[in-house]
């Protein structure tokens, strides 16, 4: 398993820019999904107006013959908030699909794969794995394969401060212990941006309430020099006197 760092990441996006499979690259790092959730992913699927994503199918070769199967578990099976510069981008992604099918003379369709080809067939994975792989060595990230984009944006997301629940949800896994357990490497930096965080809530506070205290302690100072005392304070806002009053006769 192999994490990107952001700079990798930037670096293995800018080199794939110029590629067909720069859609599926970019989608991948921002969501997590599986090579074959992306592969199956059809338009349907996918509110760019709501910038959501529903997981509910996945692309399998098996023996040469590419079939679509249901989610491998309920937890797979889900739905995805999309960040707002992704969705933007599939936004214009598909407007420039809909051109090309217009010009093959068909008509763009929802049941159509997001990823697919242009002439609407599938994308074979084995030839996705084979290009992403000439991509990550042309960015001189020998030996990442696509499902190492999966685990780069789970680390991300955790390094980022992004509660494990909300992580484990959007990667399909079975439970928020699974995500843990898969991605502990990333636990101490959990905690040392856990202490990071901490010292950024506490510390102006604290540095404040200290300023406040030094004014107050020159405050004190500048009284006793004017020979002020608490019990100065007292004597210069004097109790009204008491009157004596003798007993009336009955």
């Given at each position: 398993m192999k994490n990107l760092t952001p700079?990798?990441?930037?670096?293995?996006?800018?080199?794939?820019?110029?590629?067909?499979?720069?859609?599926?690259?970019?989608?991948?790092?921002?969501?997590?999904?599986?090579q074959a959730e992306l592969l199956g992913l059809p338009w349907r699927d996918l509110d760019l107006d709501l910038a959501s994503l529903s997981v509910t199918?996945?692309?399998?070769?098996?023996?040469?013959?590419?079939?679509?199967?249901?989610p491998k578990s309920e937890h797979s099976r889900r739905q995805l908030d999309l960040a707002p510069s992704l969705a933007l981008f599939l936004r214009r992604y598909k407007a420039g699909r809909e051109m090309e099918r217009l010009l093959l003379g068909k008509p763009l369709r929802e049941d159509d794969l997001v990823f697919g080809n242009v002439d609407g067939a599938p994308m074979d994975p084995g030839t996705l794995t084979h290009n992403f792989a000439r991509i990550a060595r042309r960015a001189d990230l020998a030996g990442t394969g696509f499902h190492d984009l999966r685990h780069t944006f789970a680390s991300l997301m955790l390094l980022a401060g992004i509660h494990p629940k909300i992580v484990s949800e959007m990667l399909g896994h079975s439970s928020v212990a699974f995500t843990l357990d898969t991605y502990s490497h990333?636990?101490?930096?959990?905690?040392?941006?856990?202490?990071?965080?901490?010292?950024?809530?506490l510390e102006p506070e604290l540095t404040?309430?200290?300023?406040?205290?030094?004014?107050?302690?020159?405050?004190?100072?500048?009284?006793?020099?004017?020979?002020?005392?608490?019990?100065?304070?007292?004597?210069?806002?004097?109790r009204p006197a008491v009157l004596e009053t003798a007993a009336l006769p009955n």
């Open positions: 700079q990798e990441a930037g670096r293995l996006l800018c080199v794939a820019e110029d590629t067909p499979y720069y859609p599926i690259i970019y989608t991948a790092i921002k969501t997590g999904l599986r199918q996945a692309l399998y070769k098996r023996k040469g013959v590419c079939q679509f199967k249901e990333v636990v101490p930096g959990l905690q040392e941006a856990a202490a990071k965080r901490l010292d950024e809530m404040e309430a200290r300023n406040v205290g030094k004014m107050s302690a020159k405050e004190g100072d500048a009284d006793k020099k004017q020979g002020k005392t608490w019990q100065g304070w007292q004597d210069s806002n004097p």
